[in-house]
Structures are given as C-alpha cells and as structure tokens.
C-alpha cells in the first residue's frame, strides 16, 4: 500500500478566538510613530491605567519596551494581541491633562508620540534617583494567635508585646524607624519578630524631602500704582472663576511686572492651589527664587542645573502637592500639579523659550496650551512683546492685553544716545577705539561715583572673521562654510556653529599669495582688553559662553554683581534678560546693530527687543 500525496496539501490552521477583556493603548517611550493596544492579564488588570509606564512585547522578536499607557478601555479582542508583560510605576507619572498636552505636541510639533512623552518625563524621574528604600511593618496573622497562648509558653519580651501593641493601633502598618521610635524597642527586636514569622515586612522606595528654598526675607513696602492693581485683580478674577484667557502683560521696564506675578500667584496660592513662574533663564530663575522665597512657602525649582535626585524628588514634591510655587525654565511648563491655578511666563518673546531637540517646541505656546487644558489664566509678560503675541491679543478673543504704561515710583524712562562710530573714527585719531568717546565718559563717571555699569557686546571671542590682507579670502570652517572667530585666550579659531577648532596660520592659505592675515570684528574678549587698558582699576567680569562654562560660575559672578564687588558686568545678551541690579547707573551697547545681519527672519526684531 502506497501513500500517494494530494497535489493540493492543506496546512491546519486555527482561527483566531474573539475574546473581551481590558485593552491597554501605550505609545512606546522612543522615536516610534503611533498608538499600540496590548491585552491587560488579569494578574495586572488592577495596577494598568493611564499616565503608568509599562513593559510590552514590542517587534518580530517580542522584545519588552518601556511604554507609556494612554487608556484602558474593556472591548473585545482577539487572542493574538500581545499581553502586557509588566507594570514599571506604582503611581501616574502623568496626569490626564499631560498626557492630552503630550498629545497636541506630538500634532502640532510633528514629532513621535512616545518622543514627546519621554522628553516630558525627566530621565531622573523614571530612575527615581533621590529615592530611599523604606521598609513597613504589619502584624502577621501568627502574631495575633500567638496573643491567646499562655504567658510561659509565649515568653515574649516587653518590647515585643509594646511592638504588638502599637501595630494592633495601626492596621495598616508603620515604617520601621516610626516603629522603633514609639515602641522604644531595637531594630534586632523587630528583625527577630519578622524571621520568626509574626511579623510581616513590606519594602518600596520613597523619595526624600525635596530641596528647601524658603528663606525669610523682608517684606516690601510700597504702594502698587492703579495699573499694578487692575491688573491684578482681573488675573485674580479670572483664576477665581476658572475662566481661560491668555493675558499679554505689556509694561515697560521698570513698571512693576514682577510685583503682579507675586500679588497674582500669591492669591492663587491662598485660594490652596499652585503656580508655575516661567523664566527664559536659568540665572533669572537664580534672582527670582532670591526675591521670591521669602514671600511664598513651599517654592520648588525646576531648571537643567538640578542633579538628577534634586530633579525627581522636586517633581515628587510638586505631584504630591507639597510645593505650591514652581519657579523654572522650559521643562518647568510639564510640572505635574494636581492643582494648577496660573501659569506666568515672563520675557515671553525670548528665543531660550524654544527647544532646539526633537521635540522643537516653544515653552510658551506650550504654556497657554497647558493653561487652556486646565481652564486657568496664563500670563505672558513683557517690555517688548514677540509680534506674534501683538498680533493674537488683536484678533483671537482668548487673547487680552493689559498695559502698565508708567514706572513704579514714577521714575523716569533712561535717556537713550545713539553715536555713530563712522563719524567716530574720522573725528578721533589715535587708532581704532571699541568704545565711543560718549561711552568711556559715561562710564567713568559711574565708576567715579561708586555706581555700577553693564556693557552689552552681543558677539564673544575677539575677532569676528580672520581675512588675507591682499586676496581677501576669509578664514572659513571646513564643516559649516562660515567665517571662523579668533579667540584669544586659547589662541584658535572657533566655529560657534559646531565647535570646530584650528590653529590661526600667519599667511594666507593660497600659496600663491601669500598675505599676512588681519583680524577684523570685535567680540567680548576684544572689549575686555580695551577696558581693562583704558579702567585699570576697575572690576570686571566677562560673562559669556566661554567664560560662563557651568551654571554654578554665572550664578556666582551675579550675586558677586549684585553685592557690588564688581564694578562693569560685560557680556553677550544672557546678561540682558530681566536681571535687576539696583547699583547700575550706566548701560553701554557696543555695535548695537551686530544682530541685525544675523541671517534670520526676526532680526530686526530680536535686535528692539534686546
């Protein structure tokens, strides 16, 4: 008997089971485009719900990926979608207004849902760095029979039956130092009850107290002008009754802006709900948390220049609802508050506001995002408004302005001189002069009077392009094809696009010209040498990205500025935005219309601004 094959072999197949059950939607924490559904076992039906991270079989080869779960719906499945293999937190990460934001980012910004939601969710956060482990005591079922058993044969201690006793009070258990302290017993009493099985031990990591910025200081007193007043109240109207509207602050430098951020936050604060202070800065965060502290409790601070613990266990603070006012940079716009009630967003046309990594959001249309979500107010204050804003309190009814048009005290504006270096230069012999003879006398009389003076060079280095002498060819980077700065204090040429570096050579590269190279341009490092040359005596500091090379430096050259043991603060624009230093009686521009050739569209406009 022969077996002769079918010339049409069929292959068994079974048909997928129609099943019902919790259904997970997760976005993978990476650069993955869109949603995915995974069935939830009943093991972890519990402990899925949205804003928990999530390990899930992910690709051809099942390998477990970090998610992040958006929803959890009951409905129908099939017996191929892949279960959830386990759940990461044991709390939400983030809220459901978060998780809608991250949402909108993702659309609005056209980046990876899981990208945006990983870059809202700081890397220390979901390491827990700054937390501790703490281990809760419960009294075990052997401990409670072991109570009905003669004394003689029980012979427990009185520190055990203390222990006991105090857990009897507290079914829900308490931490071993809480335990050892109220029932006065050791801790090898307490490990001695747990290996003997009457007590039973339960261990999580907890994070520990946050950093502490309260610090008393004396309270202000003068009188707010009507403006500051209105303005108040109606930001105040409109927290009170959960109404959103983004709210342009326009006052000119001087006016009091701050002093209503504070009256502002502080009724949000009194009403038991939080803050969020936004500030372009992460040296204007510094004075801030100085100037604010003092006058609200429970401040938290959310900037880059946190350690990873100091950022999760500030983060853990704000989600419990410990910290009441959030003072920060970009990433502070995320900060999980159970209870939002403002939003402020201070030199809200600052370009420090744009996130220049995927995703390229910018902090303040984020802010008023976040703020419409959560049915508040956002704040957006400003000397010099960015167009755009302008142009939405114009035509968009969510959007008002309010002006505070005079200085607080009725101080006057500055008196502003423009002088023409080109007319300069032909009138003042002598070789070329950085600084005008206007400028060098204003500056000396502030020194001779005791006051202080800021000189504002938006261009470090100290030659702005490197040129043959006879051919004219300038000195360009390999990588980005533009012109190479000369920095004197290494002795190189600097791309400050990518950072490329090389040696100045004496002669043109051309060999068959062979000119000798001229610098031409200023930057900071050229002024620095003027003024050190022409104010010998005179203390100064340069305060630039060369120089200010970790946060720590810049905060210190500030408080060194503010408690005047510097005499002229020089630098590129991170020292022109919203610091207040009372002792300055002078301000020098050098080559105010430098940013004016900057090969942006927003120019013109950067350079009013600054």
Known sequence: MSLIPTSNPVLWKESPELREGPVARVAILAA?????????????????????RLLVP????????????????????????RPVAAVVD?????????????????????????????????????????????RRLRIADRGLRMDGLSEGTRKRSAKREAIRRLLREHPDGLDLEELVRESG???????????????????RRVPADAPDFDRPIAEPDFELNPAQQAAIRRIDELSANNEFRAVLLFGVSGSGKTEVYIRSIRAVVARGRQAILLVPEIALTTQLVDRLAGRFRDVAVVHSGLTGAQRSRTWS???????????????????????????????????????????????????????????????????????????NCERLPHFERITLPERIAGLALPAVAFVDMRAEARQRPGGIHLLSRQMEHELAAALDSGKQAVLLLNRRGFASYLVCGRCRTPIVCPNCRVNM????????????????????????GDASCGGTLIRFGMGTQRVEQELREKFPRARLARADSDTMTRVSIYEQVLRDFLDRKLDILLGTQMIAKGLDFPGVSFVGVVNADTSLSAPDFRAAERTFQL
């Open 485 to 508: 700065v000369f920095h004197k204090t290494i002795d190189k040429a600097l791309c400050h696009y990518c950072s490329a570096r090389m040696i100045v050579p004496r002669r043109c």
């Open 58 to 81: 992910f690709g051809k080869g099942g390998t477990p990926r970090e998610a992040l779960c958006l929803a959890v719906a009951r409905e129908p499945w099939l017996n191929t979608l």
């Open 317 to 391: 603070a704000i989600a419990a609802g410990r910290k009441k006012v959030v003072i920060g940079t970009r990433s502070a716009v995320f900060a999980p508050c159970p209870n939002l009630g403002l939003i402020v967003v201070d030199e809200e046309q600052e370009g420090s506001y744009k996130n220049q990594q995927s995703p390229r959001f910018h902090t303040r249309d984020v802010a008023v995002k976040r703020a419409q979500l959560a049915h508040v107010p956002v704040v957006l204050g400003s000397a010099t408004p960015s167009l755009e804003t302008w142009w």
């Open 32 to 52: 993955i485009e869109g949603e995915y559904s995974f069935a939830v076992p009943d093991a972890l039906a519990g402990e899925v719900e949205p804003g928990r």
């Open 90 to 134: 044991d709390r939400r990460l983030l809220d459901d207004q978060l998780l809608e934001l991250g949402r909108w980012m993702a659309r609005y910004y056209c980046c990876p849902l899981g990208r945006t939601l990983s870059s809202m969710l700081p890397e220390a956060v979901r390491e827990r760095a700054g937390y501790r482990t703490v």
């Open 185 to 203: 017993a050791s801790k090898s009493v307490v490990t001695a009850m747990v290996q003997a099985g009457q007590l039973l031990v339960e261990t």
